[in-house]
């Protein structure tokens, strides 16, 4: 009895090791290898908004980035101050500032190609002073636009969209537009 009850355990043993051992690795190309080493590598996935450093404090630029939109024909809808709003409820925030703007023609014909683009429009770009103390300009980076909106016949609309926020941008950061240079 001893003998088969010490038989069993053996069995047992030697069937949960081999289970635990087809569960760390795999077989591939006649090769045994741990499934750790299969594990996919994650690929850098790059981000759907633009940044652009400027070396000018945040209230110079959003001083240059009004001129600049206005300069181009185009409406500020709106304005948002986030470092007040944050006094406001009694905490602190680093120079943090959206300026909302566009054109309504333009963004009427984006909404004919799909309606649900409007809740990306208008345009807006965060000026933000970040944690080293360097002033940024951020923008959601129109090419975006076409993974979540259906805009086959408005994808022309999309790249002098492009252009135009990178043009003001860059020129509210006091760096040198390469249209401009070129000129």
Do not use: W
Request: aromatic content about 4%; proline content about 3%; glycine content about 6%.
């Amino acid at each position: 009895m001893k003998t088969t009850l010490a038989s069993i355990c053996v069995v047992v043993l030697l069937i949960s090791c081999t289970e635990s051992s087809k569960k760390s690795t795999a077989k591939t190309d006649s090769t045994t290898v741990k499934k750790d080493e299969l594990a996919p590598t994650k690929k850098k996935k790059s981000t759907p908004y633009k940044i652009i450093n400027s070396k000018l404090t945040g209230q110079q630029v959003v001083a240059n980035l009004k001129k600049g939109i206005a300069a181009k024909g185009l409406t500020i809808f709106n304005q948002i101050d986030h470092v007040g709003g944050a006094k406001k409820s009694g905490q602190e925030l680093p120079f943090t500032y959206v300026i909302v703007f566009g054109n309504p023609e333009v963004g009427t014909k984006l909404m004919q190609c799909d309606q649900s683009i409007g809740i990306e429009l208008p345009l807006k770009i965060l000026v933000s002073t970040n944690k080293k103390g360097r002033t940024q300009l951020t923008y959601l980076h129109p090419k975006h636009y076409n993974e979540y909106f259906k805009l086959g016949k408005c994808k022309e609309i999309l790249k002098n969209m492009e252009t135009l926020l990178n043009d003001i941008s860059i020129q509210a950061s006091g760096k040198e537009s390469l249209k401009t240079a070129t000129r």
